[in-house]
């Protein structure tokens, strides 16, 4: 039997323009998933027998790693599936790791790798933004500009990115999950019709490359409030992009109004979650239930994917 524990994720800047290069800046948070690995007669999940289609992450793993016996797979999870907080990348990571380490193989640049491959296969796109702060934890920088110092590296159909650790000591984060699911690949696909026909869309695209430059260094010297007033210029450019709803815009408004510094969507958008953060977590967690949200407090992970035995 192996266990694998993978924390979630916050995008705090740059969701989309990662997927053309641009850079973005991520989070690993306190919400986790369990995947726990048995021998078994048969492959299942959860106790159901391996779906292609409802458990297709997992499979997408198994087929790229496993050629051994029948395996139970069960997952436990703290985060709302679909909601933008890296529910799918955090099982993927885990899975990958738990595979990998039962046949002896397990490190993070594989985990990160395998567990990229498997996102980019099933969502037909994405970078590997998501996959990686799941696996390495902390912070990180997803960028196609190489310089000393990254963690990983990886290409896919002509672009590249350079994964780089950065420093960030222990932060609160409000989340309000808005309850409706975000559709990632429908998300890019939307987006990536605006940014390809359009020379607006990627002047937008273009914007945020120096906002998440500037957003690193405001976190990186805790100076929250310049952060926060970054993150609403990048929501602003995600919501002219199409990315809101109004659903989140109910809940930015909120989380503003009980004195954020900064709320923003965070993941592909179209639903799923906002981020905020401020010096009163509680006060604005309340603001985001009142309005029918569902708020979590949460703080830095600092461990990425590890193994338990
Ligand atoms: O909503 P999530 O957690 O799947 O995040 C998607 C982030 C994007 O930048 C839109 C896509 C990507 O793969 O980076």
């Known amino acids: 039997m192996i266990v694998a524990i993978s924390p979630g994720k916050v995008i705090l800047l740059g969701e989309h323009g990662v997927v053309y290069g641009k ?35 997992i499979k997408k793993a198994i087929d790229k790693i496993w050629d051994k016996e029948p395996i139970s797979i069960t997952t436990f999870s703290q985060i709302p599936s679909a909601s933008g907080l890296g529910s799918s990348a955090a099982i993927t990571t885990a899975c990958v790791a738990a595979l990998l380490a039962i046949k002896g193989k397990f490190n993070l640049e594989d985990v990160a790798k395998t567990s990229f491959e498997v996102e980019y296969e099933v969502q037909g796109g994405a970078s590997p933004n998501d996959t990686s702060v799941c696996t390495y934890g902390n912070a990180i920088l997803t960028w196609e500009k190489k310089m000393p110092g990254y963690l990983w590296a990886t290409a896919k159909d002509g672009r590249e990115w350079f994964v780089y650790p950065v420093k960030v000591h222990d932060m609160k984060v409000v989340i309000g999950h808005t309850g409706i699911k975000s559709k990632t690949p429908l998300l890019i696909k939307k987006i990536r019709r605006f940014v390809e026909y359009s020379s607006f869309g990627r002047e937008l695209i273009n914007e945020m490359e120096n906002l998440v430059i500037e957003g690193k260094k405001a976190l990186e010297n805790r100076d929250f409030v310049k952060l926060g007033s970054i993150m609403n210029e990048n929501h602003k450019i995600l919501h002219t992009l199409g990315a809101s709803s109004k659903e989140i815009e109910k809940l930015r408004l909120a989380a503003l109004k009980a004195g954020a510094y900064g709320a923003k969507l965070t993941g592909a958008g179209g639903g799923g979650s906002i981020i905020a953060i401020g010096d009163n977590p509680e006060k604005i967690a309340e603001a985001i239930e009142k309005k029918k949200g569902k708020a979590y407090i949460v703080s830095t992970a600092k461990e990425g994917v590890k193994i338990l035995k």
């Open 23 to 57: 850079p973005c800046l991520s989070m690993a948070i306190s919400l986790k998933v369990a995947v726990n690995i048995e021998k078994n007669k048969e492959f299942t999940v959860n106790s159901l027998p391996l779906d292609e289609r409802r458990h297709v992450y």
